[in-house]
């Protein structure tokens, strides 16, 4: 079955500025895990002993999902990763041609022997232990190497295989580089020599492609897609948690496999813990994405709020929004007045005109009106005013 990666704790943290403690990990797990998360990667153990710390505690929580560690491709470093309690352990190290010869400077053939050491290693420790190996910069390595080391890895004992955009160079509608070519050609590869690892995908969002490439690679039959939650990671990131389950509902998984009620809260902790804000207009999660403003929208959604939208709100546990500013007219203000419980005042003719005033004059400033209580206050001084009158 398909399955969703979540790396908030472990890419997301490579975001400039990011950290999360210990029990923050722990806290943002378990809702991960709530919303059906199916792997969780913690982070990198050699890094820092407090991430080994995370990883262990988050282990040893009893969630459903599987509880990974990130490794360069050593021994020693795999080794911490199995001392933390893992079900998960993954695995990169690039066979690119730039890589091997700029980076590491070893040849294609030694890259493959440490690949196979390594790999060998960690499934003779822990034969249940779930291993993928990503050829990171795989989207940027000739497709020959990326098939013969994933032949190699998965004889040795991987599970998974991700194909990494590691710098947001597939794009789709480009065959040589895009994701429906690499994964169904490892795949139909694999296949012949009677492999089946599962395919998974990392696609980073350098050029805003992230979604796209991970939709085109799940079209393919990609079996596991990486996110995080705000898309965070390095550089632009990589693709959206809420954004992607969307996406995948309209392209026909069941949403019951998802938890949607809980995202909000999860996107409000992770924004929290990383002081990274989610941008307004962001997709799903963002405060204007169902907000709706100019009058005639207004006008329209009052009778059916999918004469704008087209996304069902119940099955993502959220709640359209008005906004008040410029752009509204009278059905606005009366709109708005029904959500405060305030419907009496919509026969008060001089009332709707004074705070529809009121809403442009303060909208002329540069204020977008809340619908709670800043329109509450509004309310109630132009009814002040009229009553003085
Ligand atoms: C990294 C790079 C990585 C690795 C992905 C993976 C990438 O930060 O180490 O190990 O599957 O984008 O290639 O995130
Ligand atoms: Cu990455």
């Known amino acids: 079955m ?92 690039s066979v690119a041609k730039h890589r091997l010869e700029r980076d590491y400077h070893i040849t294609f053939d030694q890259a493959l022997e440490q690949i196979v050491e390594v790999i060998r290693y960690a499934k003779a420790q822990n034969p249940n232990l779930l291993i993928r190996y990503t050829p990171e910069d795989a989207t940027r390595t000739e497709i020959e190497q990326v098939i013969e080391v994933a032949t190699a890895a998965v004889q040795a004992g991987a599970d998974i295989i991700s194909i990494a955009d590691t710098t947001g160079y597939a794009t789709p509608f480009q065959p040589d580089r895009s994701y429906a070519y690499f994964v169904k050609t490892l795949k139909q590869k694999l ?82 813990a990383s002081r990274i804000s989610i941008p307004p207009l962001f997709p799903i999660m963002g405060k204007n994405a169902f907000t709706h403003y100019a009058g005639v929208h207004v006008t329209a959604i009052a009778k059916d709020p999918m004469l ?46 004074s705070i529809l005033k009121e809403v442009k004059f303060l909208a002329k400033q540069g204020t977008l009106i809340d619908i709670h209580n800043e329109f509450i206050n509004l309310v109630n001084r132009c009814v002040a005013i009229e009553n003085f009158e």
């Not at 820092?48 to 999902?65: G, M, R, T, W, Y």
């Not at 490794?71 to 993954?90: E, M, N, P, T, W």
């Not at 996304?311 to 993502?316: D, G, I, Q």
């Open 191 to 272: 296949a012949d020599l009677q492999l089946f690892p599962k395919i998974a995908v990392h696609c980073h969002n350098d050029r805003g492609l992230a979604l796209a490439n991970a939709l085109d690679a799940y079209k393919a039959g990609a079996d596991i897609i990486d996110v995080s939650v705000i898309g965070l990671g390095e550089r632009a990131g990589i693709v959206d948690l809420a954004t992607l389950l969307v996406n995948l509902v309209e392209m026909g998984e069941s949403k019951r496999r998802w938890e949607f009620k809980y995202l909000q809260e999860l996107y409000h902790l992770v924004s929290q």
């Open 308 to 353: 704008y939208q087209s996304l069902n709100l119940e099955s993502l546990a959220h709640q359209n929004k008005l906004a008040l500013g410029m752009q509204s007219g009278r059905n606005s203000i009366e709109l708005a007045l029904k959500q405060i419980g305030k419907e009496e005042m919509i026969e008060n003719e001089s009332l709707i005109k």
């Open 2 to 93: 398909f399955q969703i990666l979540d790396s908030t704790l472990r890419e997301g943290e490579q975001t400039p500025g990011v950290y999360f403690s210990p029990e923050t990990k722990l806290l943002i797990a378990q809702y991960l895990d709530r919303i059906g998360i199916d792997i969780i990667e913690v982070g990198n153990p050699a890094v820092s002993p407090e991430i080994s710390e995370a990883i262990a505690l988050v282990a040893q929580a009893k969630l459903n999902a599987k509880i990974g560690a990130h490794s360069l491709c050593r021994i020693d470093h795999v080794q911490k990763a199995l001392d933390c309690g893992i079900d998960f352990l993954g695995i990169f190290f």
